[in-house]
């Protein structure tokens, strides 16, 4: 089984900034991709950024120039950080990763419980 926590959520005013960080953790072969998504009250869960094993790295248009992702492979963590936060970031915020497990060598995609981002005044 692979488990993925996420933590770093809270309230912050709009303009501010988040760090949120996930740890994957269990029966872990490799991880092809990590990535963070959200969902807020009434909407569908949408990505917010990913990353892969390659490098390569994609962002939702709205969060662009706003969150970075980063990765370290060796720790199986991921990373967002968050600046120039605004009311419509609110959501709960997802850690995702597929991953390629190392007892029955099949890949899938494992979430984290989720963390509340608020942007408020």
């Known amino acids: 089984q692979v488990q993925l926590v996420e933590s770093g959520g809270g309230l912050v005013q709009p303009g501010g900034s988040l760090r949120l960080s996930c740890i994957a953790s269990g029966s872990i072969f490799s991880i092809n991709a990590m990535g963070w998504y959200r969902q807020a009250p009434g909407r569908e869960r949408e990505l917010v950024a990913r990353?892969?094993?390659?490098?390569?790295?994609n962002y939702a248009d709205s969060v662009k120039g706003r969150f970075t992702i980063s990765r370290d492979g060796s720790r199986n963590t991921a990373a967002l950080q968050m600046t120039s936060l605004k009311p419509e970031d609110t959501a709960v915020y997802y850690c995702?990763?597929?991953?390629?497990?190392?007892?029955?060598?099949?890949?899938?995609?494992?979430w984290g419980q989720g963390t509340q981002v608020t942007v408020s005044s």
């Open positions: 990353t892969t094993s390659l490098g390569s790295t």
């Open positions: 995702n990763a597929q991953v390629r497990d190392y007892i029955s060598l099949r890949t899938g995609d494992y």
